[in-house]
């Protein structure tokens, strides 16, 4: 449903969000999120049009967020790589429909559009960023360690 760019957005805010990486250069953001660093750039600038990033060069430049996590939307994160119209109109890839009516996919198509719209909006970088955080996992040794201490 999202485009490639906008999920590239997504991964090099996330990475940007952490304390740790305040404010980073554009080869690290694209290590920290697996992009190609030459499209990453396209990507960067895009968003710091849009104002959801701050750039500034030299000796300690790099990119920063400009608001906090918690107040940049996936749904607006979308819009800024993708336009206003990036959740398309048509589920079946058709620029406009011939006949709308008789289009089988219009009548279930168009309110989860308006849904999915409304739920992104809701969505924050920050949720996002929380519900991505992993358990660190446990070893093979300790996980054996855990079943003898249970079942003696």
């Given at each position: 449903?999202?485009?490639?760019?906008?999920?590239?957005?997504?991964?090099?805010?996330?990475?940007?969000?952490?304390?740790?990486?305040?404010?980073?250069r554009t080869r690290d953001i694209a290590l920290c999120a697996g992009i190609p660093p030459a499209y990453l750039a396209k990507?960067?600038?895009?968003?710091?049009?849009?104002?959801l990033l701050t750039a500034s060069r030299g000796r300690g430049g790099g990119v920063v967020l400009a608001r906090d996590a918690a107040n940049i939307s996936l749904a607006e994160i979308c819009e800024a790589v993708d336009g206003p119209d990036w959740l398309p109109e048509c589920l079946l890839g058709r620029f406009f429909c011939a006949e709308p009516r008789r289009c089988p996919m219009r009548r279930i198509w168009h309110p989860w559009r308006t849904r999915v719209r409304r739920q992104l909006r809701l969505i924050t970088l920050a949720h996002c960023a929380e519900s991505s955080r992993v358990k660190p996992v446990k070893s093979r040794r300790t996980e054996v360690e855990d079943l003898k201490e249970n079942h003696p």
């Open positions: 449903m999202l485009s490639q760019t906008a999920i590239y957005a997504i991964r090099a805010l996330l990475c940007l969000q952490k304390s740790t990486c305040a404010r980073r990507v960067l600038r895009q968003l710091t049009d849009k104002g």
